[in-house]
């Protein structure tokens, strides 16, 4: 009876799990057809701010009011789309806050600095700003949105600082901004039940969060920007209630929500990336983190940006250091003499299933590269560099365990540790670097060229051969293709970090361009 339960539990288990891959495939299909739209949705919001800038234009310099109101607004259109424009809007805003003398004018002022300073990760400059405004002379309107303003503000503050001692300190402050902006909604049901949710998840009590936010979600999902607000927050609830599928369905509609609103300034995507990463899947995941970096540089959120890299070298080089951990790993387990009938067993099973990813991986190459755009270039030519040294890789493996097969059986075991000594990493590596620069010089032909023109005429670098990278060309080649941590470029190219840095620092010493923006310009070489 109870091996038949098992067997029983064990079926049902697995197709719950393909059950819930087959929905994510369905989600992220639904989602990359909202990507397609992003540029119509674009054009949207570049109509109604120049229909608002039409406005404005016709209106008198003396009518100081109508020429406040239209300027909030556009900065409105651009304060979670894009950080500079947004900018520019609070400058004339605190220009006519200044010129009209209106303390309404000058408080709103205020609160759009402290709205953009703290999307862009500046929190002492946002709480210089916003901690100057008189509460007591602000209208009931604008007293609600500077209250959840900073809880907002408090919110990412503890998402930047992950100490404890201060992020208890945080929250109780949020918390306090949450109570003041529900006294403000008494018979707005929108915020009310917005800010009584947020309430009952810092109480614990989720069942109530849910319930509330539930109801938001069904009721305002023709209000993209706060449904994805509202859905990134019941997501949240869900995965401390333990329904996770049902989060991942949550931020997939908060997502698709922020693209539908032109959300950049956002999270959920970036959260969604690392949900899914979490559990396995790795590919998904891999665009959902393209996608939110992608939309923090749009928006220039540096905040973001340094989120979002926490994780983002992680996933996008997987693939490219993949092949090194799995000869790093061959290494040690080779000097383990002792072990080798155990090492044996675990390459037959590495190889076994390396074979059947390459299988499949090549089964679907001719479907990827026919529907691939040109822009995808990069990616074609190292999806190929990487299956080229699996399987090259692959082969020594194979080869490796025949010969230490054939010495067990012989029982010539003091052989085997000449076939140990035969393996070289050095050597492996330097042909690694060899496929690496030669795939990268097809893609990027004058990147010696370009390279060379942002150093001084007599500090330019000539490699020996043509086809080839210098190790400093190499780092910032790794660089060009989006891996920027030092940590990973240093695992890469088998340097410690502070090497890394050592000859990142006496490139841009070299350089005709100021230093912080040598690797600005390094990605600005364009592909063929």
Known sequence: MNKHFFLALAF???????????????????????????????????????SIRLLLNSTSPENFHAIFTYNQKLFNEYKSYIYDSAFNYALKIEEIARFSGDNSIKAQS??????ILISSGMFKEAFDTLKTIRT???????????YSLMERAYLDLMGYNSNVFFT??????????IDSTLQLFPDNQKYQLYYSGLRYIENKNFRQAQQE?????????NDDHFFAMTASSLAYVYLCTGQTNDAITMLFESVKADIRSCTRETTAAFKLAELLYTHGYTKEAHYLIELAMHDATFYNSNLRKKQISSILPVIAAKELSTTIKQRKLLFRYSVATTLLSVLVVAFLFITIRHVRQLKRAKESISDINSKLLES???????????FYNNSDYI???????????????TKRVDDIEIIINNINPQKEREELFAGFDKVFLRLFPDFIKHFNSLLKPEERILPKDKNTLTTDMRIFALIRIGIGDHEKIAEILGYSVSTIYNYKTKIRKKAIVPHDKFEEEILKIKAI
């Open 12 to 50: 049902f288990t697995f197709f719950l799990n393909a059950a819930a891959s087959d929905h994510i495939k369905r989600q992220m299909k639904e989602l990359k057809a909202e990507v397609a739209e992003k540029g119509h949705y674009a054009n949207l919001k570049s109509q109604r701010a120049d």
């Open 110 to 115: 205020k609160i759009n600095f402290g709205f």
């Open 136 to 146: 007591q002379e602000m209208p009931r309107s604008l007293l609600a949105e500077y």
């Open 168 to 177: 208890e300190k945080y929250n109780d402050i949020r918390n306090s901004y």
């Open 213 to 221: 936010l539930e109801t938001l979600t069904k009721d305002y999902r």
């Open 376 to 386: 995808n270039k990069i990616k074609d030519e190292y999806i190929g560099f990487y």
């Open 395 to 409: 082969n020594k493996i194979e080869k490796f365990k025949k010969a230490i097969i054939r010495k067990l059986m």
